[in-house]
């Protein structure tokens, strides 16, 4: 099992800049890849960036540019910074944690809000 926390939401203006955590405990060594997914009012859960213990990155088109992912040197951390935000990309940010038997886990999430 891993268990994941979200912290580091909150209200922004247009513009400005965030940095989420997700902080991993349980089987850390089971994980292959960990990403951040969003979901705004209304609408479907959706992939913002996924790394692999690789270090494979993808990024969704609409934050390439301004959103960066990064692991911790421990693993146990997931980072998303969050630049030059905009209102739509008002959501609440779940971390993602998927194992190599393809079991996957999800954090609370926490709630990022911009206002114009």
């Known amino acids: 099992q891993v268990q994941l926390v979200e912290s580091g939401g909150g209200l922004m203006q247009t513009g400005e800049s965030l940095r989420l955590t997700c902080t991993a405990s349980?089987?850390?060594?089971?994980?292959?890849?960990m990403g951040w997914y969003r979901q705004a009012p209304g609408n479907e859960r959706e992939l913002v960036a996924i790394?692999?213990?690789?270090?494979?990155?993808n990024y969704a088109g609409s934050v390439k540019g301004r959103f960066t992912i990064s692991r911790g040197d421990t693993k146990n951390n997931l980072y998303l910074q969050l630049n030059n935000l905009k209102p739509e990309d008002t959501a609440v940010y779940h971390c993602?944690?998927?194992?190599?038997?393809?079991?996957?886990?999800w954090g609370q999430g926490t709630q990022v809000t911009v206002s114009s």
């Open positions: 349980g089987a850390i060594s089971t994980i292959e890849a």
């Open positions: 790394l692999t213990n690789g270090g494979r990155i």
């Open positions: 993602n944690a998927r194992t190599a038997t393809v079991k996957e886990y």
